[in-house]
Structure formats: C-alpha cells, structure tokens
C-alpha cells in the first residue's frame, strides 16, 4: 500500500499530558492579594520633623567640675548646645533666674527649687611650700592652733573662725584666689574645698587635708516650675542613667 513506511503525522492540535499539566496551570485563577481595595500602601510617609536648635545653660559655681556631664550631653543631645555658665557661690541662688539648671555648693534652702546633693568635697589646708604644716600627709584642726587663718569674702565653709588660731592683722581679702596668694607669702593658711585649692594652684603653695573640717557639698538645683525634658536629661545624665533608661 502507498501509506506503508511513512512516519505518522505529527499533531498540531492539543498538548501532551505534562503540557497540558502545564498549560492547564496556568489558566488557574490568580490568588487574591491579601492587601485590601480599600487599603493604601504608602511609600513616602512623612518623617517627624527635626528638633529646633536650642540651648541648654548650666551654671557651676567655682570647683565644681561637670566635665563628663558635659561631654555626655554633646553625646546624647547633639542639636542641644549646652552652654557652661560661670556664677558666684554667693549669687548662685539669684542667677538661677536666667539657668535651666545650676551646680551650686550647699547649703540653700529654697523649697521652690529641686536640689540633689552629688558630692561632698574634702577640705584641705593651703599653706606656702616651707610651711611645717605640709611635713605631713594630713592635718587635723588641733594642727592648727596658733596658726593664722585667712578667711576670704567668697568663703563657702561658713569657716569664720577655728578655736586656737588666729585672726589676720590685714584687712579682708575679696577672694579665694587672694587668699591662697597671701597664704604662699607665708603670711597664714587658707582652708578650702580641694577643688578651689586645685583650681588656684600655685607653684609657691601646696595643701593637705583636713580630716575633721567642714566639709563643702555640691549639688544639682533648678526650678521646680521649669522641669523641662531637657533638665530631666541632664539629671538622668548626672545620675549615670543610659538613653535608653527610664526616668
């Protein structure tokens, strides 16, 4: 017969069984989108808006040495610029007026003001470098008896007179700085919180403590009605807590 030895024809309708598996696949219907019609998905959502500049000011009365505070702050609170403040042990209770906050010396009783003692500074005994005071690693008042001791205008020991020591024959001296230049003379002894003792330092003087004198305690003040969450940073910075810690 003529058909005998032709191929058979290929089909050119349908689809093998594995293409048909395919094809039949694809028609299925597509899955439903869980995000509803009414749902809008949002790309550019607006950012909160940046924190405007502002200033932070400390004030610190001389001695008091807020360094690492300070250093914490530009850490934390970069678009703050803290502004260190100089005031007077005597004035510091009136510049709290113009301060967000103050490192002022004890003792202030103002109930309108929330004070957190943070130290208390060793007082020590300034005297000239060939005093026989400073023969010694440290002093005790009755060392002191008929010694010569020069109290400054800005005194903050409230340190007017030691029993057995001597009152200057020389007017008053305005400030601690004065003092300690007139105690180098050899001329008297000063006593101050180490802090000031440090802060006046001289070649021609040295200091040691005094074991059972008045002591001077720096603390934290600022009004209770401008409790701001700038003050309350400040705080928990000063009081050693992370920026992730609750106040």
């Given at each position: 017969m003529a058909t005998q030895g032709r191929r058979p024809a290929r089909r050119t309708g349908g689809a093998t069984p594995a293409r048909r598996g395919k094809a039949g696949a694809a028609q299925k219907p597509a899955a439903k989108s869980r995000t509803k019609a009414n749902d809008k998905v949002v790309f550019d959502a607006p950012r909160s808006?940046?924190?405007?500049?502002?200033?932070?000011?400390?004030?610190?009365?001389?001695?008091?040495?807020?360094?690492?505070?300070?250093?914490a702050w530009k850490q934390r609170m970069p678009h703050v610029r803290l502004e260190l403040v100089a005031?007077?042990?005597?004035?510091?209770?009136?510049?709290?007026?113009?301060l967000d906050a103050a490192l002022i010396r004890l003792p202030l009783v103002d109930p309108t003001l929330h004070i957190i003692p943070l130290y208390d500074e060793v007082p020590v005994v300034v005297a000239g470098?060939?005093?026989?005071?400073?023969?010694?690693?440290?002093?005790?008042?009755?060392?002191?008896?008929?010694?010569?001791?020069?109290?400054?205008?800005?005194?903050?020991l409230g340190l007017r007179e030691l029993p057995g020591t001597v009152s200057p024959n020389f007017p008053a001296l305005k400030?601690?700085?004065?003092?300690?230049?007139?105690?180098?003379?050899?001329?008297?002894?000063?006593?101050?919180?180490?802090?000031?003792?440090?802060?006046?330092?001289?070649?021609?003087?040295?200091?040691?403590?005094?074991?059972?004198?008045?002591?001077?305690?720096?603390?934290?003040?600022?009004?209770?009605?401008?409790?701001?969450?700038?003050v309350e940073t400040f705080v928990g910075i000063v009081r050693g807590r992370t920026a992730n810690s609750s106040r």
């Open positions: 808006a940046p924190e405007e500049p502002r200033i932070f000011r400390l004030g610190a009365v001389p001695g008091a040495t807020p360094g690492r505070w300070i250093d005031i007077s042990a005597a004035g510091q209770r009136d510049a709290l007026a113009e470098t060939d005093s026989h005071l400073l023969a010694v690693d440290e002093l005790s008042t009755s060392d002191l008896v008929g010694e010569v001791v020069i109290v400054p205008d800005d005194d903050v400030t601690t700085a004065d003092a300690i230049a007139t105690a180098a003379s050899g001329a008297g002894i000063v006593v101050v919180p180490m802090s000031l003792a440090r802060l006046h330092h001289r070649k021609d003087a040295d200091h040691r403590p005094l074991i059972d004198g008045p002591s001077s305690t720096v603390a934290l003040v600022w009004p209770r009605d401008r409790t701001t969450d700038d």
